[in-house]
C-alpha cells in the first residue's frame, strides 16, 4: 500500500467538488492508496481576525502570530476548517479522522528562525510516525491541521505547506499540493516543471510571491530530505490527481536539479 500526502490549501477548500471528496475517500478502494491530508486555512483565518477586529500581517508568505491571533488560527484551523473536510470526506468513507498536530504528539516545534519577530509561527522538528502509520494502516484517514506543539504546552502556528511537506518527509511519500491556481505561472503561463535554482531566480524576480513561497520552498525542502515526488495542481482539475497517482505530470512539478520533463 501506498501512502500520498495531499495538502489542501484554503484558498480552494470551500470550492472542493463533491467529486473530489469522493476520490479521496475511496482512494484505498480504488488504487491501494492510504491519503493522509493535511489542510490550511489562510483565507478563513483572515477573514475571522477582521471579524473580530484582530488585525494581522504576512512575512514571506507566514503570518504574524501574537497569542491573540494564535487563539483565533486554533479555533478556524482544528475547528471549522478540519471538521468540515472530515465531513465532507466521511459521507463516502468511515474512518476518516481529524486531528491537529498537536493531537498525540504528532507535530512537534520550534520557533521558526529565518524571520525575526514573526510570534508563535513555529517550523516542525519531529514528526510522530508511529501515530500516522497506526491510523493509515488501519484504513483510516487523517486529516490534519497545522498547528504543533513544542515545549511547556506552547502551540505554534505551522504553514500548512511546511507541515505537509515535513509529513510527507517522514512517510517518504509523494506530496500533492493541492491549491487554487493550476501551477505556478509566469506571463500566465504554466511553468510544467521548476527546478531549484528556477525557483530561486523566480523569488528573486517577485514572480513567486506570498503564499506560494512557502509552497515551493516547502516542496524544495521535501525533495531535499528524499520524498519522491512533489508537484503543485488545482484542486478543480480531477483528472490531475488521478494523473499524480499513476505518476503522470500534472501542474507544476518540482525537482532539485534541472531534469527533462518526462
Ligand atoms: N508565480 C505564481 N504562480 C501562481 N500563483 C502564485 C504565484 N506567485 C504567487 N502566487 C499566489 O499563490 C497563491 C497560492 O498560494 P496560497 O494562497 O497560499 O494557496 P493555498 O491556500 O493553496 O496554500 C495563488 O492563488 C497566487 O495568488
Ligand atoms: C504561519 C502561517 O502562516 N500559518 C498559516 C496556517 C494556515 C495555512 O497555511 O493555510 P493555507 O495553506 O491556506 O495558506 C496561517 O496562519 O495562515
Redesign the pocket.
Known amino acids: 500500500m501506498q501512502t500520498i500526502v495531499f495538502?489542501c490549501?484554503?484558498?480552494i477548500v470551500d470550492a472542493l467538488p463533491e467529486s473530489f471528496f469522493e476520490m479521496l475517500g475511496t482512494l484505498k478502494a480504488t488504487h491501494d492508496v492510504a491519503p493522509v491530508i493535511v489542510?490550511?486555512?489562510?483565507?478563513m483565518?483572515?477573514s475571522k481576525l477582521k471579524q473580530l477586529n484582530v488585525t494581522s500581517t504576512?512575512v514571506d508568505?507566514?503570518?504574524v502570530?501574537t497569542n491573540e491571533v494564535l487563539d483565533v488560527?486554533e479555533m478556524v484551523?482544528s475547528g471549522a476548517v478540519n471538521k468540515q473536510i472530515v465531513r465532507k470526506l466521511s459521507v463516502f468513507n468511515d474512518k476518516v479522522v481529524g486531528i491537529s498536530g498537536v493531537d498525540g504528539g504528532l507535530l512537534k516545534a520550534v520557533p521558526v528562525t529565518k524571520v525575526d519577530q514573526i510570534g508563535y509561527?513555529g517550523e516542525v522538528t519531529d514528526v510522530n510516525h508511529d501515530f500516522l502509520t497506526t491510523l493509515t494502516t488501519n484504513g483510516y484517514i487523517p486529516v490534519i491541521s497545522?498547528l504543533a506543539l513544542g515545549t511547556d504546552a506552547q502551540r505554534y502556528?505551522?504553514?500548512?505547506?511546511m507541515a505537509a511537506a515535513a509529513i510527507a518527509d517522514c512517510l517518504s511519500a509523494p506530496l500533492l499540493f493541492i491549491s487554487d491556481i493550476p501551477g505556478v505561472k509566469q506571463d500566465e503561463r504554466i511553468l510544467n516543471h521548476l527546478s531549484q535554482q528556477e525557483i530561486e531566480s523566480l523569488i528573486e524576480a517577485g514572480t513567486i510571491y506570498g503564499?506560494m513561497i512557502?509552497k515551493v520552498q516547502s516542496a524544495l525542502e521535501a525533495l531535499d530530505k528524499g520524498v519522491p515526488e512533489v508537484a503543485i495542481v488545482s484542486g478543480l482539475e480531477e483528472r490531475a490527481i488521478h494523473q499524480f497517482i499513476a505518476g503522470e505530470a500534472v501542474g507544476t512539478r518540482i525537482t532539485l536539479s534541472e531534469v527533462a520533463y518526462v
Open positions: 495538502k490549501g484554503g484558498s489542510h490550511g486555512g489562510g483565507p483565518i483572515s504576512f508568505g507566514l503570518r502570530t488560527v484551523l509561527v497545522p502556528n505551522v504553514n500548512a505547506d503564499g512557502p
